[in-house]
Nanobody
Framework: QVQLMESGGGLVQPGGSLRLSCAPS????????MGWYRQAPGQQRELVAR???????DYADSVKGRFTISRDNAKNTVYLQMNSLKPEDTAVYYC??????????WGQGTQVTVSS
């Protein structure tokens, strides 16, 4: 069973930054994509950013230019650097991985709260 270990959430003021980390059990190259989704109270879970095995990336329009997803192969970890955070970024952020047979896996979620 795949486990995705997340870290890095917390409380930050508007305009601040946070970095989320996601490390899967097993090799990161098992997955076609790895990324982050978020879910705010009363809203559907939405894609934030993802990185494909070949290294290309995909972002939600709402975070383009502020968030950056990256992968450190040596550390077997995917990062989401979040800058210029806004109150509307407040949500539970979930790491997601899709393996080579298109089976999705989810982390337990980490809370990000942007508030003054």
């Amino acid at each position: 069973q795949v486990q995705l270990m997340e870290s890095g959430g917390g409380l930050v003021q508007p305009g601040g930054s946070l970095r989320l980390s996601c490390a899967p059990s097993g090799s990161i190259f098992r997955f076609n994509t790895m990324g982050w989704y978020r879910q705010a109270p009363g809203q559907q879970r939405e894609l934030v950013a993802r990185i494909f095995k070949v290294g290309s990336t995909d972002y939600a329009d709402s975070v383009k230019g502020r968030f950056t997803i990256s992968r450190d192969n040596a550390k077997n970890t995917v990062y989401l650097q979040m800058n210029s955070l806004k109150p509307e970024d407040t949500a539970v952020y979930y790491c997601n991985a899709v393996d080579n047979t298109y089976v999705p896996f989810w982390g337990q979620g980490t809370q990000v709260t942007v508030s003054s």
